[in-house]
């Protein structure tokens, strides 16, 4: 049974940092991706950033290239999200997600992961 443990969240004034982590627990398999997600209320989930295990190769939205990196630790079955710059409008539940199937080149889509954390709130003051 795969877990994925988040933490790092919490509240953070407007062009601060933060660093997210998230831990497979249970039986650790690689992966063949990670992600990160986040969704505002009201709002859906949208994609963050993605890492492909194997190789490293990394995605990221628009809105988050060149203040966001995420990175792996192999080791210890964990992947990181720096957060740099933060803004306002950033303010959500940050969650992570991973799947162990060679769906896409690029996973970007919540539907392109199997296994979910429960989230971990991130909170950006004015």
């Known amino acids: 049974q795969v877990q994925l443990v988040e933490s790092g969240g919490g509240l953070v004034q407007a062009g601060g940092s933060l660093r997210l982590s998230c831990a497979q627990t249970?039986?650790?398999?690689?992966?063949?991706?990670m992600g990160w997600f986040r969704q505002a209320p009201g709002k859906d989930r949208e994609f963050v950033a993605g890492i492909i295990w194997s190789g490293g190769n990394t995605a990221y939205a628009d809105s988050v290239k060149g203040r966001f990196i995420i990175s792996r630790d192999n080791a210890e079955y964990t992947v990181y999200l720096q957060m740099n710059s933060l803004k306002f409008e950033e303010t959500a539940v940050y969650y992570c997600?991973?799947?162990?199937?060679?769906?896409?080149?690029?996973?970007?889509?919540?539907?392109?992961?199997?296994?979910w954390g429960q989230g971990t709130q991130v909170t950006v003051s004015s």
């Open positions: 249970g039986r650790t398999y690689s992966p063949y991706a």
């Open positions: 997600a991973a799947d162990f199937r060679p769906i896409s080149a690029t996973p970007r889509l919540p539907s392109d992961y199997r296994y």
